[in-house]
């Protein structure tokens, strides 16, 4: 028997709501998809934003302007509160180390009317020093203060060059590696050494430290130290 | 190391370094505001 017109609009009545239904599930599905994007994005964004702001708070507390470790206390002693080592790395705005022309320079570094006299090794750490000599020929270092004077038993340093006066780094300039580190880690007196932040050998800038009592500065996880 | 003072080490501990830390603590910033006054290299 042919299906009746009343069968066959009923049929087609139902493959509509099936159609339907699929439409709606598969709208519903990118609704759902959307939503959870944007979550995700919201979630990542605030997640790149604490990162952001805990590198700036270890920069600040645990950088350059701490970037010494004093001797009691080893980088490896806290290993998760440090980030991951990083004893290579790449250069930015650091001049050719070429500057430091492989020799020996010698000056003056005039701490308010204390005029010391210095010389520097362009052979053992030549990119430092090309950076040193740089900061000298531009100017840079005039008027930069000496934020940090540490003095304990077996350990006495001053600390200077940071771009904002209070041992922050300069976001536009770091470098490395790491060269000329006493075998010891022992820091003679009257030694001229370069500021870094703990754990990265590329985190090199403007700031140095002139050691005035024989300093033990532990190796930390970039491997020698300054 | 970059390199090593000279001459004058005695005047920093004097002038500077013997002034002390400000808040009495072994490491922060000395109590004689110090800054760099002139440098030079040749």
């Keep these: ?226 | 190391m970059i390199g090593k003072v000279t001459s004058g080490l005695d005047q920093l501990e004097s002038e500077i370094v013997a002034g002390g830390i400000t808040g009495g603590t072994d490491d922060g910033a000395p109590k004689i505001a110090t800054a760099i006054t002139a440098a030079t290299v040749q």
């Design chain 1, 1 to 226: 028997m042919a299906p009746s017109r009343q069968d066959r609009e009923a049929r087609q009545a139902r493959e509509r709501l099936r159609a339907y239904e699929a439409r709606q599930q598969v709208h519903e599905r990118q609704t759902t998809r959307r939503r959870r994007d944007n979550v995700i994005a919201v979630v990542g964004v605030v997640v790149i934003a604490t990162l952001a702001a805990l590198t700036q708070v270890y920069y600040f507390s645990g950088g350059p302007g701490k970037a010494v470790a004093k001797p009691s206390s080893s980088a490896s002693a806290t290993p998760s509160s440090t980030p991951s080592p990083s004893a290579t790395g790449s250069n930015l705005g650091a001049p050719d180390p070429s500057l430091a022309a492989g020799r020996t320079w010698t000056g003056t570094l005039t701490l308010n009317k204390v005029a010391l006299g210095i010389q520097l090794d362009g052979a053992k750490a030549p990119q430092a020093v090309s950076g040193f000599i740089r900061d000298v020929q531009d100017k840079y270092l005039i008027g930069k203060t000496c934020h940090r004077l540490a003095k304990s038993t077996g350990f006495g340093l001053i600390q200077c060059g940071s771009i904002d006066g209070q041992g922050g780094p300069d976001p536009a300039y770091h470098f490395g590696p790491i060269e000329n580190a006493p075998a010891d880690n022992v820091y003679p007196v009257g030694t001229i050494a370069m500021a870094r932040a703990s754990g990265d050998a590329y985190s090199n800038g403007h700031q140095f430290f002139i050691v005035f009592d024989k300093s033990s500065i532990p190796a930390d996880s970039a491997g020698g130290t300054r």
